[in-house]
């Protein structure tokens, strides 16, 4: 009977996923997920609050997913001269965050396209606002020519979290998108290495 009842819950969240994923969570519709799951909408709050709970729990496991990223990241943040800052790092990170991306696109897209009227609407800022913590302490443990501000850190944070959105909503193929991580592997590792180097 718990298997039954296992098996009800995923179909429900599965169907909901991709609810959410065609129409946002604002314009998703409990009645059209209830009807293309099979089951009632009293079942349906047998397992979910409301539809607020039902997307942060489909999301629940990408977003602990995203925390531990970010708390793994930690482990560059120790002090080195700016030398030790090679290309081949960058790269290693750019590969980790793309096939995150592409592992999880489907809850990445809702986070960052779909959110809007749930609580997760604002897990972008959220995410900018961890990985500007995060990057902010690696460059602090540089030994840069420059003092390098938090804002500025801020800004290439975003810039990041941008590239990740445009990727999403715009590249179609592997291909695509080694050839524009390559593009932007260049262009990220030469700018950090201009700004820890110049006074």
């Not at 999301?59 to 990223?69: A, N, R, S, W």
């Not at 840069?144 to 800004?155: P, Q, T």
Request: positive net charge; glycine residues 4%.
């Amino acid at each position: 009977m718990q298997y039954a009842k296992n098996e009800i819950k995923q179909r429900i969240m599965d169907v909901a996923r991709e609810e959410f994923l065609e129409k946002g969570f604002e314009k998703a519709s409990i009645r059209a997920i209830t009807a293309k799951a099979g089951t009632s909408k009293s079942n349906i709050y047998n397992y979910f609050h409301d539809k607020d709970h039902l997307f942060c729990s489909i999301l629940e496991p990408t977003v602990v997913k995203i925390h531990q990223g970010l708390e793994s990241a930690r482990i560059f943040n120790v002090p080195k001269e700016a030398d030790a800052y090679t290309k081949e790092t960058q790269k290693f990170v750019m590969g980790v965050v793309t096939q995150f991306v592409t592992e999880n696109l489907t809850d990445v897209k809702l986070l960052f396209f779909q959110a809007r009227g749930s609580s997760l609407e604002s897990f972008r800022d959220k995410v900018v606002d961890a990985f500007t913590a995060v990057l902010f302490d690696w460059v602090s443990a540089i030994k840069s020519k420059r003092e390098i501000s938090k804002f500025f850190v801020r800004c290439v944070a975003n810039f990041y979290v941008s590239i990740i959105e445009q990727m999403i909503l715009s590249v179609t193929s592997q291909e695509q998108v080694e050839k524009i991580g390559e593009e932007f592997l260049i262009f990220v590792y030469h700018g950090w290495q201009g700004v820890f180097r110049q006074k």
